[in-house]
């Protein structure tokens, strides 16, 4: 057995930092990333090219000095957003996508996309100038179980998105399903799909067998045994098209323990801890690398991160705060249920 391995600074292609207090609490956590790709979903959401730079000023100014991390900017998809905004902003190398929210899907969605038809323009400019689509996918229709909406999505929005616009580049975000693998794999270099680290280890029961775990729920919700499986055969597969998104989406604890709590999963900080030990449980620790530092920067047409990092593997476990502060606030870090042993530090 491996009890070290180097690989290339991985990069985080789905990363929420939020913004005032959260966002100086939170971005420190992910500052040895290579890059990542900032969500938009603030309140009000990113959706000019203006607001998108003045965010990037502030994630820049909340990362400690000498951080790796180069955020990578996105755009909130709306029916109203100018297509003309959208092309300059990442020709000025403002933004490197554009979330696709369908309105109500999870958290600060609210601005999402209500007609598909609206956005046509939009899509066909960004198919034109190159710029990735990142989707949220599952639809919010109230008729469709929270368990099938991101299948249902695939069938009835995704794929008929795609062949209206079939040179668009795509990226399946955070896919929870054995349908969403399937379908990441029916398509060409233009489809890509991230994996979370959370959905490699928890499945519906984590969340709900023995009591309700608040801090294990998320959007899309974590699906069955078997979908979890068809994850990690994805993730460790060494196919190109599936790369690292963590979906890090911390929110404050009073937000998380109510009544109707916010949905999401605060793992920037023990991710790779958690990453080597699936790798190694499926035994694919040489397939960590391409999976975290090169499949998601070959999809943005970015070269890979020049500086390493090693992860050793030591009898001691790692030691990782049960919370952080957030201002007054404190935020609930993600809990895999076992040990770590994997220590992360610069190669």
């Known amino acids: 057995m491996n009890d070290s391995i180097t690989l290339r600074r991985p990069d985080d292609w789905h990363l929420h930092l939020r913004d005032g207090a959260m966002l100086a609490a939170v971005a420190p956590h992910s500052a040895g990333f290579g890059r990542a790709i900032i969500m938009p979903n603030l309140v009000p959401p990113v959706v000019t090219g203006a607001q998108a730079a003045a965010y990037r000023d502030r994630v820049l100014a909340a990362l400690p000095e000498g951080s790796a991390l180069d955020p990578q900017m996105t755009l909130y998809l709306t029916d ?17 996508a554009v979330k696709l929210y369908p309105a109500g899907a999870t958290t600060n969605s609210a601005s999402g996309v209500t007609d598909f038809d609206r956005v046509r323009p939009v899509l066909e400019a960004m198919a034109d100038a190159g710029i990735p689509l990142c989707v949220h996918g599952e639809v919010t229709d109230p008729d469709v179980d929270i368990f099938d909406r991101e299948a249902v999505f695939i069938d009835r ?29 029916s398509g060409g270099d233009d489809l890509g799909a991230t994996i979370t680290t959370h959905h490699l280890v928890i499945n519906r029961n984590a969340i709900l067998a023995g009591g ?22 994805a993730a460790t597969s060494g196919e190109a098209r599936f790369f690292l998104g963590t979906d890090s989406a911390p929110h404050a604890d009073s937000a998380k323990l109510q009544p109707c709590g916010c949905a999401g999963c605060f793992t920037a900080p023990n991710t790779m801890s958690i990453l080597a030990h699936v790798f190694e449980e ?13 499949n998601g920067a070959a999809f943005y047409g970015l070269p ?16 990782y705060p049960r919370t952080i502060a957030a201002g007054d ?17 610069d190669a």
């Open 212 to 233: 309700i775990r608040p801090h294990y729920y998320c959007l899309p919700v974590a699906k069955r045994e078997s979908h979890r499986q068809a994850l990690r055969e």
């Open 157 to 185: 929005v995704l794929d008929p998105l795609r062949r209206r616009t079939p040179r668009l580049r795509v990226v399946m975000e955070h896919v929870t399903t054995s349908e969403g693998v399937a379908y990441a794999r």
């Open 282 to 294: 499926q035994g694919a620790l040489d397939r960590l690398e391409g999976f975290a530092s090169l």
């Open 304 to 319: 890979p991160n020049e500086a390493r990092i090693r992860l050793i593997r030591r009898d001691q476990p790692v030691q």
């Open 80 to 96: 109203g957003t100018d297509p003309a905004d959208v092309v300059a902003a990442h020709r000025a190398g403002i933004i490197r």
């Open 329 to 345: 606030e404190t935020v609930t870090l993600f809990e895999p249920g076992h040990p770590l042993y994997w220590h992360l530090e």
